[in-house]
């Protein structure tokens, strides 16, 4: 009973494919799962379109183990460039050492052009930070202090703020507020280019540096806090 009708499937199965001899053909996935064993006559086409396919998804599986290793190579260069930023920042016995080595840090190892750390405190005689009331700084940034960290496009005046004279020349930016306990600072990062910084740019590296940033500046502007 069980041989008869495994005959009957079969006879159908065989005439469904001479009724329709491209279904192979245009279903590929049923293709690349079957045991074709190589063979002389009609059969050599299916062979050859089997071998064709696994070359095709050979060839795919190839370039996406290029991209992996090369993201690979990007975060082990980016890791090892971020721990060297930390430990200059850790080596930093003054906040005028900490915030020169983060803007050296981020322009020489980072290569990047636009930096802007802002500080919400008394102005101080350092060069590489500017100073703001943190009243004035709801008042123009608003939506960036509300954010923890900001990817993309942000109005002029928020620009002007950040950047200064260097605002023209700005397309996109990464923000991210220090605030230990109470805003403290807003560290910005900007690229000519739009479209580099975007609301879904990775923010893991900013996210992290901010941390840091939090225990450090919080240990020189709140030292009572720092030293509980």
Known sequence: MKQKAETQTKKMFSNFLRENPTFLYDNPDILEN?????????????????????????????????????????????LERTQTLIL???????LSKLTKNLMMGLKDDFAIEFCSLILFVEKQNISVARFSNYNQAEKEISSILKSEILCGAVRENELKFLFGKDSSSIGSIAAIVIKPDKPLAVLSIAHRDANFYTPETGTLFLSYLGNVLNRLLGSFLLPNEASE
């Open 34 to 78: 079957l045991y074709l064993p190589h063979s002389t006559g009609s059969a050599v086409s299916l062979v050859e379109r089997q071998v064709g396919l696994l070359r095709e998804r050979n060839s795919e599986l190839r370039s996406r183990l290029n991209i992996l290793n090369s993201k690979a190579a990007e975060n082990e260069l980016l």
């Open 88 to 94: 200059k920042l850790l080596d930093a016995n003054s």
